[in-house]
């Protein structure tokens, strides 16, 4: 049954210390080619029955992400992608 992913990113104008923080790392590992890095979560929604948009929109708006310096996206996932992006 397909998953409901949710996207959450920092806004953004909003600055990410975490991405910067991998972003200056990356030199000391042998990589100069990455531009710039942002740190975001993945959150994984199961619903009981058919996977439901407009519900998980609400649950990240009102939950999942802070709409003042993130945005978010959703979307659905076979259940074998959403095991493969955790591998």
Do not use: C, W, Y
């Not at 210390?17 to 030199?27: E, F, S």
């Not at 009981?48 to 939950?63: F, M, N, Q, S, W």
């Amino acid at each position: 049954m397909p998953r409901v992913v949710v996207d959450v990113m920092l806004k953004p104008e909003i600055l990410d210390p975490q991405g910067q923080a991998v972003a200056n790392a990356l030199p000391r590992l042998g990589v100069n080619d990455v531009a710039s890095v942002r740190i975001g979560r993945r959150i994984e929604i199961d619903f009981t029955g058919e996977p439901d948009l407009d519900r998980a929109r609400e649950i990240a708006d009102k939950l999942l992400a802070n709409p003042v310096i993130e945005d978010f996206t959703v979307h659905l996932v076979e259940a074998d992608e959403a095991a493969d992006a955790r591998s």
